[in-house]
């Protein structure tokens, strides 16, 4: 099995979704389940020189409301989703939007989603995922050789791709037509002749969102692309702690994790946050100290201390309380609806 990829600067990293809630429910039968993944994900393996790229492809069929749906994650190339029936709730960077069929989905490699909120709904689900070497958002596009759209043509899907912020559109008969011959492509994939079939039909499937974004597309958001976005993403990860802000961070290597220099990271910071990096990275540290101090009560505070980057026990105690005005002591032993 090939491992995962993952969005890694040193020692952190992102990795890609298990899909370990989606396993569950193919395997006790709540949902009809067919794709052709490579290595990582749910399926039938496709060797990884078949299709360069596509790293998964496929749909499924629910019958009714389900008791399961896709924490927040992360793929590792675009992925795009056509709901055919049904309903579901989709989210994309903490926004919620209600699917209805004919909808499809589009998220830019890396970006955070979920699928339910918190359960999927009933439906006939497509999906595929084009990795497009993507592991900073400015960072150049590389679409697979087998895709042959024109070069302007190819370049103008790849910026209203990059630009786009709205996760959720309309599709198209083209657009609809394309994902159930695909599904074909996938359920009969031991036919002959089948991976030029699915490059036919992948191929149609980009000329129709090329084609629809085109029309509904009102306005791209180079931000999107932006060294500072990139920054910005980071910030929000050591914020809510999809990033370990525990771990032995040095300014260096925060402006590393982001693909610059010291002077760029910082200003950037700057105006994100309104601190500098170490300000911000501490300010990080203390909230998960008292995570940590809430939910794992079996920790010294000592070992709290360490593990959520400080050297010190006694300049963590100093900086938690001016932090949250209250020992760290203190803090574990008030009931939990005066903690801060």
């Known amino acids: 099995m090939t491992p995962k990829p993952t969005f890694r600067a ?26 052709l993944p490579k290595g990582h994900y749910p399926g ?28 927040s994650h992360r793929n590792e190339g675009i992925e795009i989703m056509f709901l055919e029936t049904g309903t579901m709730d989709f989210v994309a960077d903490q926004k919620k939007h209600s ?27 497509h999906w595929l995922i084009l990795d497009v070497g993507v592991r900073r958002p400015h960072q150049d596009w590389c679409w697979p050789k087998w895709v042959v759209l024109t070069k302007s043509d190819l370049a103008e899907l790849t910026r209203k791709l990059r630009h786009n912020e709205n996760p959720a559109w309309n599709s198209t008969p083209a657009i609809a037509q394309s994902f159930r011959e695909l599904a074909r492509n996938v359920a009969g994939w031991s036919q002959p002749h089948a991976v030029s079939r699915l490059v036919v ?22 931000q999107l692309t932006t060294r500072r976005r990139a920054v910005e993403l980071f910030l929000q990860d050591l914020d809510h702690g999809r990033v370990n802000a525990g771990e032995p961070w040095t300014l260096d290597r925060l402006a590393a994790h982001c ?30 100290a008292a995570r940590q101090l809430r939910k794992q009560p079996h920790l ?15 300049y963590f105690a100093t900086a938690f309380g001016h932090r949250f ?15 801060i």
């Open 10 to 35: 040193r020692h952190a990293r992102y990795e890609i979704d298990g899909c370990e809630p989606q396993n569950n429910a193919i395997q006790t039968g709540k949902i009809h389940f067919h794709a």
């Open 44 to 71: 039938t393996l496709v060797p990884i020189n078949i299709l360069p790229g596509l790293n998964s492809i496929g749909f499924w069929n629910a019958g009714g409301m389900q008791d399961w749906g896709l924490d």
């Open 99 to 125: 699917l209805r069929a004919g909808h499809f989905t589009i998220t830019r490699p890396w970006q955070l989603h979920k699928l339910g909120a918190p359960n999927i709904g009933p439906g006939r689900v």
């Open 201 to 222: 039909h992948l191929n149609q499937l980009l000329i129709g969102m090329l084609d629809a974004l085109t029309d509904q597309q009102t306005h791209e958001n180079e």
């Open 259 to 288: 693909g610059m220099g010291v002077t760029a990271f910082s200003k950037y910071c700057r105006e994100l946050v309104n601190a500098g990096p170490v300000e911000f990275l501490n300010r990080c540290r203390l909230d998960l």
């Open 300 to 314: 010294s505070i000592t070992e709290i201390a360490l593990t959520s980057g400080f050297n010190s026990s006694q």
């Open 325 to 339: 005005h209250v020992s760290p002591t203190d803090y574990r032993n008030q009931p939990q609806a005066n903690r």
